[in-house]
T-cell receptor, first 120, second 107 residues
Framework: QVQFVESGGGVVQPGGSLRLSCAAS????????MHWVRQAPGKGLEWVAF????????YYADSVKGRFTISRDNSKNTVYLQMNSLRPEDTALYYC?????????????WGQGTLGTVSS | DIQMTQSPSSLSASVGDRVTITCRAS??????LNWYHQKPGKAPKLLIY???TLQSGVPSRFSGSGSGTDFTLTISSLQPEDFATYYC?????????FGQGTKLEIK
């Protein structure tokens, strides 16, 4: 079955960096786009970034553009989120999610999330 | 950016009730609309994509309708496992915004 193992979360000071990883299994990883979605404590969902199946297409939310970078390594079935210049408002549970891969974008499988906390 | 507005923000209902949640987009998104629900401490789950197509494995008591700017999610007969927070999401533009959520609680 489809599974994700997310890692890399932790506590960092404002202005610091974190690198999140999401290792996937149970499907042909190189055939699907992947997303990161975050959820601040007690808040709703916020889409963060998308990367196409071969890594050529990348999109970002305005709130993270220029600070976050999404990438993938299809040989390791892993997607990454490099987060720089972190702000307290970036504190959230970060989920990786698989794109359903058909004509319309939707997220059909999700990881359990990794928590990133930005605090001095 | 496309703004997604859900109503109501919260809703109390009983097992067996028929429930409708509404989602409005700030501009025409055709049928590029998805619905998810999320239970406390769990990851979201895809229920419906492309406004009305049921995701595999989702019970048929869930249905979606609408196009353009106005969409609805209907649960025909609430079950205990349906009490959760529901989110709509647009996939028309590559900033895949979510609605603010509708918390469905037991009356």
């Amino acid at each position: 079955q489809v599974q994700f193992v997310e890692s890399g979360g932790g506590v960092v000071q404002p202005g610091g960096s974190l690198r999140l990883s999401c290792a996937a299994s149970g499907f042909t990883f190189s055939s699907y786009g992947m997303h990161w979605v975050r959820q601040a404590p007690g808040k709703g969902l916020e889409w963060v970034a998308f990367i196409g199946s071969d890594g050529s297409n990348k999109y970002y939310a305005d709130s993270v553009k220029g600070r976050f970078t999404i990438s993938r390594d299809n040989s390791k079935n892993t997607v990454y989120l490099q987060m720089n210049s972190l702000r307290p408002e970036d504190t959230a549970l970060y989920y990786c999610a698989k794109d359903r891969g058909m004509a319309t974008i939707s997220f059909d499988y999700w990881g359990q999330g990794t928590l990133g906390t930005v605090s001095s | 950016d496309i703004q997604m507005t859900q109503s109501p923000s919260s809703l109390s209902a009983s097992v067996g009730d028929r429930v409708t949640i509404t989602c409005r987009a700030s501009l025409n998104i055709a049928r590029y609309l998805n619905w998810y629900h999320q239970k406390p401490g769990k990851a979201p789950k895809l229920l419906i994509y492309a406004a009305s197509t049921l995701q595999s494995g989702v019970p048929s008591r869930f249905s979606g309708s609408g196009s353009g700017t106005d969409f609805t999610l209907t649960i025909s007969s609430l079950q205990p496992e349906d009490f959760a927070t529901y989110y709509c999401q647009q996939s028309y533009s590559a900033l895949y915004t979510f609605g603010q959520g509708t918390k469905l609680e037991i009356k």
